[in-house]
């Protein structure tokens, strides 16, 4: 490690955020670990940057390959600044004494440089201001000073027209005043992470907000102190206080005081996994008791776009692509109560949500309440009836059906098992072993089941792999509503 290791803009990134996940970015990445939802986040920002491409570049544009290694893309980049011209450079690079960084737009026209960083955010975050000031300082050292830098972040208010014009997709923020008010710490920010590189041995620095902000840390796993059968952590609430706890010396939620807790959910949690047992209270038995039949049991899966796909929707929109409905006749039913299915899932790569709100309508009937897991399907239905004024009658009808468990359980149900989650996935189970989500393939989370879609609706995804990808989509919504009510059932029964 004695000589000299090249540094980026995101290892200086790194070390900014915790010196410790620069070492173990350079020395030990084996111990990283990507989450499902990481993974997503990496691939809304790829497609940002192609989009990006595609309105940056409608008036021409020059784009640095770096096929060839990163000499040859700071050599090119030399040359079209020398080259001259109007036309936008994406991924320009830069070498200055060792450090590397690229720049998503490179806007050399009107007189000047102009630095546009380019994100997936809807709007500008503390990390693209440390960001853009490692670019401007870089550029300034080569006698590139930065007249202006701006960042390209989504625009919510955009909607897609469905013409393939994607201009008003990004809306750009000027934040050269922020930048030039960092530019003075980067020198010393550059020195520091050299010297944590130059190291033999890891830096021993303790977890932190810093591991959860503003992403969970790949290396969380590895840094934090060994956990005990129910971590501290899992009590939730303050993250300054969970670390706080951690630093004092516990590790199992049941050894904290009790005067240290903060709320009576983590007084709960403590309680009843101290006795090993499960809390229900009256209230949540009472809410079952008085849902009468039948009663649907409802849940959806939606897909959002950085860049929207279909026409009149716009970026993050939920867009339901699927539903799946479990119904108990109860004692109005000819089978005594047994649960009747229905569902819906489309995956022919065209707009789902008109299909998805008709065959809704049709199923669900015009008695009996609709009870859904978090207020997340509230908003899937209030979002339909903003979209089709024809349907609004029969979906406000729905609407005003529609109860929430989720509230009622948080303040009301609390079983050991749970581990600090009040997921469906982890609250089933605790009333019925047939309830595990493990025996669910390529679609077992909402994270997967977004990238089992996305695959579904390729072309050049082949029939067969279709298929299984349906089957996966269509066992992992009806888990949801079967679940639902698997867990009302449990409920219902006699104290």
Same mark, same amino acid.
């Given at each position: 490690?004695?000589?000299?290791?090249?540094?980026?803009?995101?290892?200086?990134?790194?070390?900014?955020?915790?010196?410790?996940?620069?070492?173990?970015?350079?020395?030990?990445?084996?111990?990283?670990?990507?989450?499902?939802?990481?993974?997503?986040?990496?691939?809304?920002?790829?497609?940002?940057?192609?989009?990006?491409?595609?309105?940056?570049?409608?008036?021409?544009?020059?784009?640095?390959?770096?096929?060839?290694?990163?000499?040859?893309?700071?050599?090119?980049?030399?040359?079209?600044?020398?080259?001259?011209?109007?036309?936008?450079?994406?991924?320009?690079?830069?070498?200055?004494?060792?450090?590397?960084?690229?720049?998503?737009?490179?806007?050399?026209?009107?007189?000047?440089?102009?630095?546009?960083?380019?994100?997936?955010?809807?709007?500008?975050?503390?990390?693209?201001?440390?960001?853009?000031?490692?670019?401007?300082?870089?550029?300034?050292?080569?006698?590139?000073?930065?007249?202006?830098?701006?960042?390209?972040?989504?625009?919510?208010?955009?909607?897609?027209?469905?013409?393939?014009?994607?201009?008003?997709?990004?809306?750009?923020?000027?934040?050269?005043?922020?930048?030039?008010?960092?530019?003075?710490?980067?020198?010393?920010?550059?020195?520091?992470?050299?010297?944590?590189?130059?190291?033999?041995?890891?830096?021993?620095?303790?977890?932190?907000?810093?591991?959860?902000?503003?992403?969970?840390?790949?290396?969380?796993?590895?840094?934090?102190?060994?956990?005990?059968? &129910?971590?501290?952590?899992?009590? @939730?609430?303050?993250?300054?206080?969970?670390?706080?706890?951690?630093?004092?010396?516990?590790?199992?939620?049941?050894?904290?005081?009790?005067?240290?807790?903060?709320?009576?959910?983590?007084?709960?949690?403590?309680?009843?996994?101290?006795?090993?047992?499960?809390?229900?209270?009256?209230?949540?038995?009472?809410?079952?008791?008085?849902?009468? &039949?039948?009663?649907?049991?409802?849940?959806?899966?939606?897909?959002?776009?950085?860049?929207?796909?279909?026409?009149?929707?716009?970026?993050?929109?939920?867009?339901?692509?699927?539903?799946?409905?479990?119904?108990?006749?109860?004692?109005?039913?000819?089978?005594? @109560?047994?649960?009747?299915?229905?569902?819906?899932?489309?995956?022919?790569?065209?707009?789902?949500?008109?299909?998805?709100?008709?065959?809704?309508?049709?199923?669900?009937?015009?008695?009996?309440?609709?009870?859904?897991?978090?207020?997340?399907?509230?908003?899937?239905?209030?979002?339909?009836?903003?979209?089709?004024?024809?349907?609004?009658?029969?979906?406000?009808?729905?609407?005003?059906?529609?109860?929430?468990?989720?509230?009622?359980?948080?303040?009301?149900?609390?079983?050991?098992?749970?581990?600090?989650?009040?997921?469906?996935?982890?609250?089933?189970?605790?009333?019925?072993?047939?309830?595990?989500?493990?025996?669910?393939?390529?679609?077992?989370?909402?994270?997967?089941?977004?990238?089992? &879609?996305?695959?579904?609706?390729?072309?050049?995804?082949?029939?067969?792999?279709?298929?299984?990808?349906?089957?996966?989509?269509?066992?992992?919504?009806?888990?949801?509503?079967?679940?639902?009510?698997?867990?009302?059932?449990?409920?219902?029964?006699?104290?």
């Amino acid at each position: 490690m004695a000589h000299q290791v090249a540094l980026s803009k995101t290892r200086l990134l790194a070390f900014r955020r915790c010196p410790r996940k620069l070492w173990l970015d350079q020395y030990s990445p084996e111990l990283e670990e990507v989450s499902d939802e990481a993974q997503a986040r990496f691939e809304t920002r790829r497609i940002a940057g192609e989009y990006a491409r595609r309105i940056y570049g409608l008036n021409g544009a020059r784009e640095v390959s770096h096929e060839r290694g990163l000499r040859a893309a700071v050599r090119t980049t030399s040359v079209l600044i020398e080259a001259g011209g109007s036309e936008p450079i994406f991924e320009a690079t830069f070498d200055h004494g060792g450090l590397t960084i690229q720049v998503d737009i490179l806007d050399c026209a009107a007189g000047g440089t102009r630095i546009v960083e380019v994100t997936s955010s809807p709007g500008v975050e503390a990390h693209h201001l440390h960001d853009c000031a490692i670019q401007a300082w870089t550029l300034a050292a080569l006698g590139h000073r930065a007249r202006q830098v701006t960042v390209a972040h989504i625009n919510s208010e955009f909607v897609y027209r469905g013409d393939g014009s994607y201009e008003g997709l990004f809306t750009e923020t000027d934040v050269t005043e922020e930048v030039e008010r960092e530019l003075d710490a980067i020198p010393e920010l550059v020195a520091g992470a050299r010297s944590i590189l130059e190291r033999l041995d890891e830096p021993d620095i303790a977890v932190g907000k810093h591991c959860t902000s503003p992403h969970a840390c790949p290396f969380l796993g590895h840094c934090a102190p060994p956990q005990a059968e &129910y971590p501290v952590t899992i009590l @939730g609430g303050r993250e300054d206080k969970l670390f706080e706890w951690l630093h004092a010396g516990y590790r199992d939620l049941r050894d904290v005081p009790e005067e240290l807790l903060l709320d009576d959910t983590q007084r709960r949690m403590q309680w009843q996994t101290r006795t090993g047992q499960p809390y229900v209270g009256d209230e949540l038995r009472e809410f079952v008791a008085a849902l009468g &039949y039948p009663r649907h049991c409802l849940g959806f899966e939606t897909i959002s776009f950085a860049a929207p796909i279909w026409e009149d929707t716009g970026p993050y929109e939920a867009l339901p692509f699927q539903w799946s409905c479990h119904t108990d006749g109860g004692s109005l039913d000819e089978s005594s @109560g047994g649960l009747a299915h229905a569902g819906f899932v489309d995956l022919s790569g065209g707009p789902p949500m008109r299909e998805c709100a008709e065959t809704l309508i049709d199923a669900l009937g015009g008695r009996g309440p609709i009870v859904v897991y978090s207020p997340r399907e509230q908003a899937v239905i209030d979002g339909l009836i903003s979209r089709y004024t024809d349907l609004e009658a029969p979906l406000a009808a729905i609407r005003d059906r529609v109860l929430v468990l989720l509230p009622v359980l948080k303040r009301h149900y609390y079983d050991p098992a749970m581990r600090g989650s009040w997921s469906i996935e982890t609250v089933a189970p605790t009333v019925a072993a047939d309830l595990s989500c493990e025996t669910l393939g390529d679609a077992r989370d909402s994270h997967t089941a977004r990238s089992a &879609y996305l695959e579904a609706i390729k072309p050049e995804t082949s029939a067969e792999r279709r298929r299984s990808l349906r089957k996966d989509l269509l066992a992992r919504c009806r888990y949801g509503s079967l679940a639902l009510a698997g867990i009302l059932k449990f409920f219902g029964k006699p104290a």
